[in-house]
């Protein structure tokens, strides 16, 4: 493990604290089968900020337990599956539900609920009341995993 | 919290217990994180002229015999040679305190021994003074199995651990049976993910540059939880210990190992 990025979970995670401000209360989001068809924000995603976020280990924290199709990104964890394809797996609002709160999916599951107040114990002062990622994150990331085709470009010919 | 999620027909108001259920691990398949570091890393703990932790065993062989005040006595005048007095204690700590009636891990209890037997103010947290005292006193058991104690009394710590160890918490809703029950062996990130056995600590880690008790190594991983992580010496981590104690028998003790 000696000179590859550590553990960037821990130290990311601290730095990251201050960084972001509260948005105070969540907005309400209606589930609909398996899915949450309406977007959290009025503004459409943005498929680039998206992207940055997932790639970005101490805000999205995807790429912990996700790989993808993300060649400049070494040493993705592997605790979930990969995420190449995805946009042909799953519509905008199983996606949308699926980092909302992943727990309606599966209530076992580990993945974070990316847009619910956690009713967990000994939440960090830092990050209290407050949802892991924003709505307009959360429509961001959306709008990139839909681009995520399982195309011949996407994924090298064996 | 919740009403803040109007729910439709998924049902998902109904949000069962904030719990991953625990797969606990077989003892037979019970692994130290050694096996899993590279052979370079191991290569250091195995090799006593390269092993950094060696640095604070030294300092904790002074300490064992020397007396905090002239009228007082070594830990060595009470309990003489540490290599047969100490053998196997860590092995099986924490234990039963019967001066406070509370179980009590192998930092408490040198602390402890200050205070009463020694007249000495304890050392504080993660000191190089304590580090060293609690390696030099683990490496007495290294290479011997963790026991666990059947004492009844050590019962509620055991299951208060136990339910620490299942529960989720923090902002990412995380709990430490989800990696070190569930997903060990698989990567978060770079890193490997072991069992999560506190086999060797006192322990060197090369991204501390240094000693670090195992409660520092739990407060890391609470950290990475987003939660708030329990104060140096509370309860809930003698409780935590008991339990990852139990939960590694009869795993051999490795003090003091090295990690990345």
Known sequence: MIGRPGWVWIGGLLLASAAVAGEGALRPVTIVGREIPEPLTTAPGDPERGRTLVVDRTRGLCLLCHAGPFPEERFPGNLGPDLSGVGDRLSPGALRLRLVDGRALNPDTIMPSYYRLQETVRIGAAWRDRPVLEAQAIEDIVAFLITLRDTPSERPVP | MLAALATGSAGAGEIPPAEIPPSEIPPAERRSSFDGM???????????????????????????????????????????????????????????????????????????????????????????????????????????????????????????????????????????????????????????????????????????????????????????????????????????????????????????????
Do not use: K
Request: aromatic fraction near 6%; proline fraction near 9%; hydrophobic fraction near 40%.
């Open chain 2, 38 to 260: 590279s052979p370079d890393i191991q290569a250091m703990q195995r090799d006593a002229d390269a092993n950094p932790g060696l640095l604070w065993l030294q300092d904790g062989a002074d300490l064992w015999s020397t007396a905090p005040a002239p009228d007082r006595p070594a830990c060595a005048g009470c309990h003489g040679e540490a290599a047969t007095a100490m053998r196997g204690v860590a092995a099986r700590y924490p234990t039963w305190d019967e001066a406070t009636a509370a179980p009590i891990d192998l930092q408490g209890r040198i602390n402890a021994c200050r205070r009463r037997h020694q007249g000495a103010e304890p050392y504080a947290y993660e000191s190089r003074e304590l580090l060293g005292l609690t390696a030099y006193v683990a490496a007495q058991s290294a290479g011997l199995p963790i026991t666990t104690p059947a004492d009844a009394r050590l019962g509620s710590a055991r299951s208060a651990g136990r339910a620490l160890f299942t529960r989720r918490m923090g902002q990412l809703g995380l709990s430490c049976a989800a990696c070190h029950d569930g997903n060990h062996g698989r990567r978060l990130g770079a890193a490997l993910i072991p069992q999560g056995h506190p086999t060797g600590y006192p322990l060197y880690r090369l991204e501390w540059q240094g000693l670090g008790s195992v409660q520092r190594r739990l407060r890391n991983c609470m950290t990475g939880m987003r939660a708030e992580p329990f104060a140096y010496g509370a309860p809930e981590f003698v409780a935590l210990e008991r339990y990852l104690m139990d939960r590694a028998a009869p795993l051999p003790m490795e003090t003091p190992a090295v990690r990345p």
